[in-house]
């Protein structure tokens, strides 16, 4: 392991070096993900949505306790009514005056009339029940199609988890001993300029005198201070680190000459 005098000593070269091979190793981790695709997000969505489908079932299941707390009460009020209709009614034999049995007669009238609405009630009830208990079936069903569907997402993400696990492990700890290899604030700005691109490039090389990441032209003086190697340049344009291609061991094709033409001399006519 390089120690802190080490890295501060070393040659802006050998940095550029340790850069890249770091950029080499984060693609390749990068490429593993990208195998992986929206898998993870997936998983984590039909989680969520599960989630809030089993508390919305419980919801449900509370509403229908609750409507049919509310039944079993109303059939209380029913039994005490049917009860008071048949006391009253026999109340009727023994009165002694007009008032007494219009009074009894009331009575009997008002009760079943609350036999009536309490009824009524519960018929009410009873819908809503049947309401509610179509939603509790409309949200087991979702409820099962969710699962299902996050039993194999879930599948195939162990499946290429577990093909790629053993690779990413070592290209992560590689990459982590290559980090303890380069100055922190230089490692900072990397990671920074990695994270502002979309494909997570960081450094790039000149290639066809231009700038491999955002493909703006790189004018002669810069490109040969590139080949130089004697500082860290970054692209004026996109902000990446750039690196000559020999330094990343791409070799690039010479630009073809064209040979001039030969102007052809008029007959004399």
């Avoid at 802190?4 to 000593?9: F, V």
């Avoid at 990446?240 to 008029?266: F, Q, S, W």
Wanted: glycine share 4%; aromatic share 4%.
């Amino acid at each position: 392991m390089s120690t802190k005098k080490d890295i501060t000593e070393m040659s802006v070269e050998q940095k550029l070096k340790n850069l890249y091979q770091l950029q080499t190793m984060l693609s390749q981790i990068d490429r593993i993900k990208t195998l992986r695709g929206e898998l993870p997000l997936e998983v984590a969505d039909l989680e969520d949505e599960i989630e809030g489908l089993t508390t919305r079932l419980g919801k449900y299941n509370d509403e229908v306790k609750t409507i049919s707390a509310g039944i079993d009460e109303k059939n209380a009020k029913i039994a005490e009514a049917k009860a008071a209709v048949e006391r009253y009614k026999s109340q009727l034999n023994d009165v002694k005056n007009n008032r007494e049995y219009d009074m009894l007669t009331k009575e009997i009238e008002f009760q079943s009339l609350e036999i009536e609405l309490q009824m009524k009630r519960i018929a009410e009830a009873m819908r809503a029940i049947d309401a509610k208990k179509a939603d509790v079936a409309q949200c087991n069903a979702t409820l099962a199609e969710r699962r299902a569907d996050l039993d194999v997402k879930k599948s195939e993400l162990e499946e290429i988890t577990e093909e790629t696990k053993a690779e990413e492990e070592k290209l992560r700890e590689k990459a982590q001993d290559l980090e303890m290899c380069i100055e922190p604030r230089l490692l900072s700005a990397f990671k920074r300029i990695r994270n502002n691109t979309h494909n997570g490039l960081g450094v790039v090389y000149v290639e066809r005198d231009a700038c491999g990441g955002c493909f703006n032209k790189i004018p002669p003086q810069r490109q040969l201070d590139i080949r130089m190697r004697k500082k860290i340049i970054v692209c004026e344009y996109c902000g990446r680190i750039m690196i000559d291609p020999e330094l990343a061991g791409v070799k690039t094709e010479a630009p073809v000459e064209e040979k001039p033409k030969r102007r052809l001399r008029k007959k004399a006519e």
